[in-house]
């Protein structure tokens, strides 16, 4: 069987104009290290499941990332982290919404669908249960980085102003980091972190969590979403792409397509903007956004490499 992993660190890219040769480089080197950690697990023959955990651990502790220790800040100054993870061979599920200290939400997320009866948890409970099952627990200085935190500032000056959220530079809107992965077993997983929206009401839920809405994984499809995530609930974006191939026949690169480029400015307009990565259970990849750039990275089951932040 073939292999193929695609990951994304969110739409909320730097515009081309303001990113600079080294920013630049030190965002590629973020993609490419999280990619390789999910494509050397597949390679040794893991399950997909554990191949996009890999991969999305390394994105959760690379703060130039809006996941894990680069989350950003609500409008109370804290960082409250969401993640989830599915397995499409069985619909094993498990997710995590509202976490304050701990350094890796995925691997919460995982423990919630392998060490409780539920799909998702949040807030203290979810807390409770990564202390209780020794996941490591970092201080809040461990999230806390200078650039997020001046985002936090701007964005609170500007909705003071009287500025609307809709008008929030993309970086601040969007940021989420995610893995879909074939593996040589032909199961397919995914998953996804993020921090959610810059200034965002403390106890807000986005569509990383919920699944269907931002991540899903089925035996047709796997697919992680970054976004407008009020927006991509409501659209049900993630399970929208698998039911347009189970139901419609459609391929996965049309599937995403329609649901990203059309679907969704159909509903949302213009806020409605974001991307996903999907992948298929022949390896095909699907990477579209409707927004300017989107931080992602494949190999898909012809061995392909791609690495890209902007159109």
Same mark, same amino acid.
């Given at each position: 069987?073939?292999?193929?992993?695609?990951?994304?660190?969110?739409?909320?890219?730097?515009?081309?104009?303001?990113? !600079?040769?080294?920013?630049?480089l030190?965002?590629r080197? $973020?993609?490419?290290?999280?990619?390789?950690?999910?494509?050397?697990?597949?390679?040794?023959?893991?399950?997909?499941?554990?191949? /996009?955990?890999?991969?999305?651990?390394?994105?959760?502790d690379?703060?130039?990332?809006?996941?894990?220790?680069?989350?950003?800040f609500?409008?109370? $100054?804290?960082?409250?982290?969401?993640?989830?993870?599915?397995?499409?061979?069985?619909?094993a599920?498990?997710?995590?919404?509202?976490v304050?200290?701990v350094? !890796?939400? /995925?691997?919460?997320?995982?423990a919630?669908?392998e060490?409780?009866?539920h799909?998702t948890?949040?807030?203290k409970?979810?807390?409770?249960?990564?202390?209780?099952l020794?996941?490591?627990i970092?201080?809040?200085?461990?999230?806390?980085?200078?650039?997020?935190?001046q985002?936090?500032?701007?964005?609170?000056?500007?909705?003071?102003?009287g500025?609307?959220?809709?008008?929030?530079?993309e970086?601040?809107?969007? $940021?989420?980091?995610?893995? /879909?992965?074939?593996?040589?077993?032909?199961?397919?997983?995914?998953?996804?972190?993020?921090?959610?929206?810059?200034?965002?009401?403390?106890?807000?839920?986005?569509?990383t969590?919920?699944?269907?809405?931002?991540?899903?994984?089925? @035996?047709?499809?796997?697919?992680?979403?970054t976004?407008h $995530?009020?927006?991509?609930?409501?659209?049900?974006?993630?399970? @929208?792409?698998?039911?347009?191939?189970?139901?419609?026949?459609?391929?996965?690169?049309?599937?995403?397509?329609?649901?990203?480029?059309?679907?969704?400015?159909?509903?949302?307009?213009?806020?409605?903007?974001?991307? /996903?990565?999907?992948?298929?259970?022949?390896?095909?990849?699907?990477?579209?956004?409707?927004?300017?750039?989107?931080?992602?990275?494949?190999?898909?089951?012809?061995? !392909?490499?791609?690495?890209?932040?902007?159109r």
């Open positions: 069987m073939p292999i193929a992993i695609a990951i994304h660190g969110g739409a909320g890219t730097i515009r081309r104009a303001d990113l !600079n040769p080294e920013r630049e030190a965002y080197a $973020g993609l490419e290290a999280a990619l390789d950690a999910g494509l050397v697990a597949l390679q040794k023959g893991a399950r997909a499941l554990d191949a /996009v955990q890999a991969a999305v651990v390394v994105l959760e690379d703060p130039l990332f809006n996941a894990g220790r680069g989350g950003v609500n409008d109370r $100054g804290e960082v409250e982290l969401e993640a989830a993870l599915m397995d499409g061979r069985t619909r599920a498990g997710s995590v919404t509202g304050r200290g350094r !890796n939400p /995925v691997r919460l997320a995982r919630v669908m060490h409780t009866p799909v948890l949040g807030f409970a979810a807390d409770a249960l990564a202390a209780r020794g996941l490591p970092e201080p809040p200085e461990y999230f806390h980085t200078d650039s997020r935190w985002a936090l500032r701007n964005e609170l000056a500007r909705l003071g102003a500025g609307a959220a809709s008008q929030a530079s970086q601040d809107r969007h $940021g989420t980091v995610g893995a /879909v992965a074939l593996d040589m077993h032909g199961g397919l997983a995914a998953a996804t972190s993020t921090g959610g929206r810059t200034a965002k009401m403390a106890g807000r839920v986005g569509d969590p919920v699944f269907g809405a931002g991540t899903w994984a089925d @035996e047709t499809v796997a697919v992680s979403c976004g $995530g009020e927006w991509f609930v409501r659209c049900a974006v993630a399970h @929208e792409i698998s039911a347009r191939m189970r139901l419609g026949g459609a391929g996965v690169v049309d599937a995403a397509d329609e649901v990203v480029m059309r679907e969704l400015p159909r509903i949302g307009g213009a806020e409605a903007s974001g991307g /996903v990565i999907a992948v298929d259970a022949t390896g095909r990849v699907a990477m579209p956004f409707n927004s300017e750039g989107m931080y992602r990275a494949c190999v898909d089951a012809l061995g !392909n490499r791609v690495v890209a932040i902007h």
